[in-house]
C-alpha cells in the first residue's frame, strides 16, 4: 500500500466513524464557525502525521502543508491548525473506544490472562519538574521511573491488557492517572470490576487488598532477606515470563507512536490529544496486525 493509499483509507474510515458517533463528542455551539476545513480532515492528517513517524504538531502541519495540500487545499495557518487540533481530544478518545469495540469478542473472553503494567508519560523531567505548570488537572511532579530511575512531572499510563497467544496482549482497560499516584491505588480502584480474571503484575501491585483477588505477582523479599529460596523463585520466573507480553506491549506504543515524552505539550487539552490521539493511532494499528 502506498503513502497515498494510506491516507486516503484513512480517511474515509474516519469519515464513517464521524458520521457514527464521533460528531457528538466535538459540537459547536457559537452562531459562526468556518468549517471548511473539516475536523475529519484535521483527524485523519494529525493521525496519519503520527504514523509517518512526526512527533510534534509543528512537524505535522509542516509536513501536510509540502506534501499533502493537494488532498487538503482548506489547510489552515499553523495556529489555526494546533489550535483546531487541540479541541479534538474528547474526539480521539471516543475513537479510541471504537476501535476497541471491532476486535472480535473472542479477543477478551475470560479465559484470557490479563496482564497489568504501567508506563510515564513526562512533561519534565529531572530539575524542570519543580517549575512545570502544564496540565495541573492531571499531571503532577510525584512521579518515579524505576526503569529509567528519572523523576519526573507528568502522567501515568496504566492499560490491563488481555493475553494472546504469541503476541502482544491487546488493551481491554485504559486509564490516565497523576504521575504521583502509586500503581496500587490505580489498581484498586478497577479490581471490583475485574475480580474474574486470572491477573499478572509486577510487584508494584502486590498489597494486603490483592490478596484474594487473582492476582499474582513476583514474591518480594523479606527485611533483610538476600535471597529468594528456590519455590519463591521459580515461581517469580514463572508470573514474569507470564506477564512480559504487557512490557512488549508498551515498548511498542512507543516505538510506534512516541508517546512518552510529552515536553512539548502546552496545555491540558494538549495532553489529551498527545494521549489519546497516539493511543487511537496504537490501537488501529494493532487492529490491522490483529485482523492480518
Not at 501515568?156 to 496482549?169: D, F, N, R, W
Request: net charge positive.
Amino acid at each position: 500500500m502506498t503513502w497515498l493509499d494510506g491516507i486516503i483509507s484513512l480517511y474515509v474510515f474516519i469519515c464513517d466513524e464521524y458520521q457514527k458517533n464521533l460528531w457528538a463528542y466535538c459540537q459547536r455551539f457559537s452562531n459562526y464557525s468556518n468549517l471548511t476545513f473539516s475536523d475529519e480532515e484535521v483527524i485523519t492528517i494529525y493521525m496519519f502525521g503520527i504514523m509517518e513517524g512526526l512527533t510534534t504538531k509543528k512537524q505535522i502541519y509542516k509536513h501536510a502543508r509540502n506534501y499533502w495540500h493537494d488532498l487538503f487545499p482548506s489547510l489552515p495557518s499553523y495556529v489555526a491548525f494546533v489550535q483546531r487540533t487541540n479541541l479534538l481530544g474528547s474526539v480521539f478518545l471516543a475513537l479510541l473506544e471504537n476501535l476497541q469495540k471491532m476486535f472480535p469478542e473472542s479477543a477478551f473472553d475470560c479465559n484470557h490472562n490479563r496482564l497489568i503494567d504501567s508506563m510515564p508519560i513526562i512533561l519534565a523531567q529531572r530539575g524542570r519538574r519543580f517549575d512545570a505548570k502544564v496540565a495541573p488537572e492531571i499531571a503532577d511532579k510525584g512521579g518515579y521511573c524505576a526503569t529509567k530511575k528519572l523523576y519526573y512531572y507528568g502522567v501515568k499510563l496504566h492499560i490491563m491488557g488481555s493475553a494472546q497467544v504469541q503476541t502482544i496482549p491487546i488493551p481491554d482497560i485504559i486509564g490516565i492517572t497523576g504521575a504521583g499516584m502509586s500503581d496500587i491505588r490505580a489498581y484498586e480502584a478497577i479490581l471490583p470490576n475485574v475480580i474474574e480474571y486470572e491477573k499478572f503484575a509486577d510487584k508494584a501491585y502486590l498489597a494486603e487488598t490483592t490478596k484474594n483477588t487473582n492476582t499474582y505477582t513476583p514474591v518480594k523479599k523479606q527485611a533483610g532477606q538476600k535471597f529468594l529460596d528456590a519455590a519463591d523463585q521459580l515461581y517469580s520466573t514463572a508470573v514474569s515470563r507470564i506477564r512480559q507480553p504487557i512490557e512488549a506491549l508498551f515498548s511498542w506504543i512507543e516505538e510506534k507512536v512516541k508517546i512518552q515524552i510529552a515536553s512539548k505539550v502546552r496545555s491540558y487539552n494538549g495532553l489529551m490529544v498527545h494521549i489519546f490521539g497516539r493511543l487511537a493511532v496504537a490501537m488501529n494499528l494493532l487492529l490491522s496486525k490483529f485482523s492480518s
